[in-house]
């Protein structure tokens, strides 16, 4: 079966097309500056040099979606004959609350409660919600499915997700960890499990997703037993431009302290702060490890404050997991910083954890990077969200054939 995935934001769209017959990858592409001037489509169809760009009005979701579908059945840049070849569409959707543990198909009763859940994840789900509805205009026919970041979180214990409130805002309002990245996670872990050739069943496993967004998770028996993102993706990890933990006092006496309203303090901890607030010069690490090895001292102290936080979710979690068989890096960061994985791992041999720092130095690809006598085997494992997304994709639109 062919599937379309699609990340829906909402002012940009990243796609893919893939033949889940061989798992393989047929094109894929970026929408950006949808209803702004200069939307353009840039779409790359594997296996070709051809990085094909068009600049197109796109005053909504649905003209996005139309300029997707017409790139990949483009006689020149596409990979279709015609869109009838493509079996359904996946989604994903940022939240799905406590209803979804797993992927859906989406139906009319699914869109209610996914507009329902925008309470809980304002900046994402009504993109999402966008669109699946301008898919349905354009292709009524073929069937969708929802792939929630949150499911994957699901299996999570309460003492994992209930925090130490007033009970009844849990109960009124949602107020509970849901945790985010769950279709990395999940990849990951299975990935590492393939790889090592041991049963997710007899596995402890820490997923460490360092993105611009970063979470740890704690694996146990393929289930996720904890998380380090919250009720939202801002608590946890430092991340590029969000605080992750921090005293929840501090809101209060800075936005006196500033006279900043709550929706101001809500946007410094998430676009302000991180490892952009500390260093006080950019989100991307690479920026902040060369003004490091210049000197800089507070770029020094950023890198440093990162791997601390980093580290003491793994130390935690190893305690909640009672062991540690696996330890692996994920996404932007945990992919491809070298020096990063180091300072992580440093020091960390009465965890079992031991890094070779020969084998450390990789890139982007799969890799065991511990020493032969280390006991937690730590890996390198590059994520593949849309790979997951088709999978659940095909998997749900059989068993609802
Ligand atoms: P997201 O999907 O959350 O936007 P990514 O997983 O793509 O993030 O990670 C992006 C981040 O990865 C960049 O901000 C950058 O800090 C980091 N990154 C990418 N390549 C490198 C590298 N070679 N060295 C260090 N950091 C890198």
Redesign the pocket.
């Known amino acids: 079966m062919k599937v379309l995935v699609i990340n829906c934001g909402s002012s940009s769209l990243k796609y893919q097309v893939l033949d889940m017959d061989g798992e393989n990858l047929l094109a894929k592409g970026l929408v950006e500056r949808i209803g702004m001037d200069g939307s353009v489509i840039t779409h790359t169809k594997i296996g070709s040099d051809d990085k094909w760009k068009n600049e197109v009005p796109m005053p909504t979701h649905k003209e996005a979606i139309e300029q997707v579908l017409n790139a990949i059945v483009d006689p020149e840049h596409g990979v279709l004959h015609d869109m009838s070849e493509l079996g359904a569409v996946g989604h994903r959707v940022v939240h799905g609350g406590e209803r979804y543990a797993n992927s859906v198909l989406i139906d009319e009763k699914v869109l209610t409660h996914l507009d329902e859940l925008s309470e809980l994840a304002p900046l994402h789900n009504p993109a999402n919600i966008l669109g699946i509805r301008a898919c349905q205009k354009l292709m009524p026919n073929t069937p969708m499915v929802a792939v929630f970041d949150t499911a994957f979180h699901q299996t999570m214990p309460a003492e994992s997700y209930i925090y130490a409130l007033p009970y009844e805002y849990y109960e009124k309002y949602g107020v509970r960890r849901y945790g985010f990245h769950g279709t990395s996670h999940k990849y990951v872990a299975d990935r590492a499990s393939k790889i090592m050739n041991v049963s997710l069943d007899d596995m402890k496993i820490i997923t460490c997703h360092l993105?611009?967004?970063a979470s740890v998770s704690a694996i146990k028996r393929g289930k996720c037993i904890d998380t380090s993102m919250g009720f939202t993706p801002l608590e946890g990890l430092v991340m590029?431009t969000r605080c992750g933990d921090i005293d929840p006092s501090i809101t209060t006496y800075i936005s006196e302290k500033e006279n900043l309203s709550a929706e101001q303090m809500n946007e410094i901890m998430n676009k302000k702060s991180g490892v952009l607030g500390i260093s006080g010069i950019s989100?991307?690490?690479?920026d902040i490890?060369a003004a490091a090895e210049e000197g800089n001292e507070r770029a020094q102290l950023t890198l440093k404050v990162f791997a601390h936080k980093v580290r003491a979710y793994i130390g935690a979690f190893i305690a909640e997991m009672n062991g540690l068989d696996a330890l692996v890096f994920t996404?932007?960061?945990g992919e491809?910083?070298i020096a990063?994985r180091d300072i992580i791992c440093n020091d960390l041999g009465n965890l079992g954890i031991k890094l070779d720092l020969v084998k450390n130095k990789i890139?982007g690809r799969e890799a065991i990077i511990s020493r032969d006598d280390s006991p937690v085997t730590i890996m390198l494992i590059p994520t593949n969200e849309e790979l997951m997304i088709a999978r659940d994709t095909v998997d749900i639109v059989e068993k609802n054939r």
């Open positions: 993105g611009n967004g590029g989100s991307d690490f690479r490890e996404a932007g960061v491809n910083d990063m890139r």
